[in-house]
C-alpha cells in the first residue's frame, strides 16, 4: 500500500479533499495510507509554540527547527524508508515524472510550512526540496494536496479505466492532452469536429495526435514569449 504523511499544522486543510473522489476512492480500498502528523505536537516549550521571529529582523515569521525536526523524526520513526519532501517555492519543480518517481519509492512524507517558511538549518534532515510553481501559496498544505493528489491517480487500481492515466498531459515527456468532446452534438452554435463523428478510428487517433502535437508546441512558444 502506498504510504504518505504530512507534516503540517493543520491536518483539517487535507479532511476534504481526502474525503471526496479518487483520493477517498482510494483510501477507501486500501491502495493509498495518508497520515498526517501535526508538528506542534513536537514543539518544545511550555506554550508549544512553532514560529519566531527572523534572526537579522525582517517581516513575519520563520517556523522554528525544532518542532519541524521532531515531527520529521516521528514521520522516519513510523517509516524508516520514507522520502521526505519539504514544500518550497525555492524547490526543484514538480512534475509528472516527479509523481512518477514518488509513487515507487517505499513511502513519502510531505512537510507543509507556513508564515514565511522555515529555519535553514533544517534542509539536512529533509530528503528533497520541492516547488509547485513558481508563486507564493500560504502554506504547503495546498502544494501537498497537489502533489499527493497527482500520485494518488497514477497508483494502480485508482483510476476507472486503466487508460486514462496513460494518456494523460505530461505521459509522454511534454505532450498535452487532445481536446476532448461530449454530448451534445452542437453547442451554443459549436460543432464536435466531423472527424470524431466519423467512426473512424484510425483517422480519429491521427487527428488526436496532431491536436495534441499542435497545442504542446502552440502552448509551449505562448509561455516562452510571455
Ligand atoms: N517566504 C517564502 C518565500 O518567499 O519563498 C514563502 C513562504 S510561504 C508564505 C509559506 C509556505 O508555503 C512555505 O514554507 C512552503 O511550505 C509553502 N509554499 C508556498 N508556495 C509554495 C510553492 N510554490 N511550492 C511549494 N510550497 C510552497
Same mark, same amino acid.
Given at each position: 500500500?502506498?504510504?504518505?504523511? *504530512?507534516?503540517?499544522?493543520?491536518?483539517?486543510?487535507?479532511?476534504?479533499?481526502?474525503?471526496?473522489?479518487?483520493?477517498?476512492?482510494?483510501?477507501?480500498?486500501?491502495?493509498?495510507?495518508?497520515?498526517?502528523?501535526? *508538528?506542534?505536537?513536537?514543539?518544545?516549550?511550555?506554550?508549544?509554540?512553532?514560529?519566531?521571529?527572523?534572526?537579522?529582523?525582517?517581516?513575519?515569521?520563520?517556523?522554528?527547527?525544532?518542532?519541524?525536526?521532531?515531527?520529521?523524526?516521528?514521520?522516519?520513526?513510523?517509516?524508516?524508508?520514507?522520502?521526505?519532501?519539504?514544500?518550497?517555492?525555492?524547490?526543484?519543480?514538480?512534475?509528472?515524472?516527479?509523481?512518477?518517481?514518488?509513487?515507487?519509492?517505499?513511502? *513519502?512524507?510531505?512537510?507543509?510550512?507556513?508564515?514565511?517558511?522555515?529555519?535553514?538549518? *533544517?534542509?539536512?534532515?529533509?530528503?528533497?526540496?520541492?516547488?509547485?510553481?513558481?508563486?507564493?501559496?500560504?502554506?504547503?498544505?495546498?502544494?501537498?494536496?497537489?502533489?499527493?493528489?497527482?500520485?494518488?491517480?497514477?497508483?494502480?487500481?485508482?483510476?476507472?479505466?486503466?487508460?486514462?492515466?496513460?494518456?494523460?498531459?505530461?505521459?509522454?515527456?511534454?505532450?498535452?492532452?487532445?481536446?476532448?468532446?461530449?454530448?451534445?452534438?452542437?453547442?451554443?452554435?459549436?460543432?464536435?469536429?466531423?472527424?470524431?463523428?466519423?467512426?473512424?478510428?484510425?483517422?480519429?487517433?491521427?487527428?488526436?495526435?496532431?491536436?495534441?502535437?499542435?497545442?504542446?508546441?502552440?502552448?509551449?512558444?505562448?509561455?516562452?514569449?510571455?
Amino acid at each position: 500500500m502506498f504510504y504518505a504523511q *504530512i507534516l503540517t499544522l493543520f491536518p483539517e486543510f487535507f479532511d476534504s479533499p481526502l474525503a471526496c473522489s479518487i483520493p477517498k476512492r482510494a483510501i477507501e480500498a486500501n491502495i493509498a495510507n495518508v497520515e498526517c502528523i501535526q *508538528i506542534r505536537d513536537f514543539a518544545t516549550d511550555k506554550h508549544r509554540s512553532v514560529d519566531d521571529n527572523p534572526y537579522g529582523g525582517g517581516p513575519g515569521m520563520l517556523m522554528k527547527p525544532e518542532p519541524v525536526v521532531g515531527a520529521i523524526r516521528e514521520a522516519r520513526r513510523r517509516d524508516p524508508n520514507t522520502h521526505v519532501v519539504m514544500l518550497t517555492p525555492s524547490g526543484t519543480a514538480f512534475t509528472q515524472d516527479k509523481a512518477l518517481e514518488y509513487i515507487k519509492k517505499p513511502g *513519502i512524507t510531505l512537510l507543509c510550512g507556513r508564515y514565511e517558511g522555515f529555519d535553514e538549518r *533544517i534542509v539536512d534532515d529533509v530528503d528533497e526540496e520541492l516547488s509547485v510553481g513558481d508563486y507564493v501559496l500560504s502554506g504547503g498544505e495546498p502544494a501537498a494536496m497537489c502533489v499527493l493528489d497527482s500520485m494518488i491517480r497514477l497508483l494502480p487500481g485508482v483510476l476507472g479505466s486503466a487508460e486514462s492515466a496513460v494518456l494523460d498531459s505530461f505521459t509522454e515527456a511534454g505532450i498535452l492532452d487532445w481536446p476532448h468532446y461530449t454530448r451534445p452534438e452542437v453547442f451554443e452554435g459549436k460543432r464536435v469536429p466531423d472527424v470524431l463523428l466519423s467512426g473512424n478510428h484510425a483517422k480519429i487517433e491521427l487527428w488526436r495526435r496532431e491536436q495534441a502535437l499542435e497545442r504542446s508546441l502552440y502552448r509551449k512558444k505562448k509561455t516562452s514569449s510571455d
